[in-house]
């Protein structure tokens, strides 16, 4: 079992900036294939970033590309999504997804461990 745990959501104006941290415990986490995903109110839950264990394979929604940036500390069993340029689309529930393998995918049904999630509210 891996338990997730998100933080650093919260408000922020159009074009700022925002960190978000997810803390993972439980099984050994270092060679977990990790995600973020983010769902609106009345949307599916899509994906938008993910991370190989050693950090060198990341992949992007094309919606985020260039603006988002996910990165993982595995000494501190952390992964981070750094979102500049903020748009009020962005504005959704973000949920950390760890995958029981180290395969990459940008499917959330392949994730076989999620967190609460952090609310994200971006305003114009």
């Known amino acids: 079992q891996v338990q997730l745990v998100e933080s650093g959501g919260g408000l922020v104006q159009a074009g700022g900036s925002l960190r978000l941290s997810c803390a993972a415990s439980g099984r050994t986490f270092s060679s977990n294939f990790m995600g973020w995903f983010r769902q609106a109110p009345g949307k599916e839950r899509d994906f938008v970033a993910a991370i190989s264990w050693s950090g060198g394979t990341t992949l992007y929604a094309n919606s985020v590309k260039g603006r988002f940036t996910i990165s993982r500390d595995n000494a501190k069993n952390t992964v981070y999504l750094q979102m500049n340029s903020l748009k009020p689309e962005d504005t959704a529930l973000y949920y950390c997804?760890?995958?029981?393998?180290?395969?990459?995918?940008?499917?959330?049904?392949?994730?076989?461990?999620w967190g609460q999630g952090t609310q994200v509210t971006v305003s114009s």
């Open positions: 997804a760890a995958r029981s393998d180290s395969w990459a995918s940008r499917d959330k049904g392949r994730y076989d461990y």
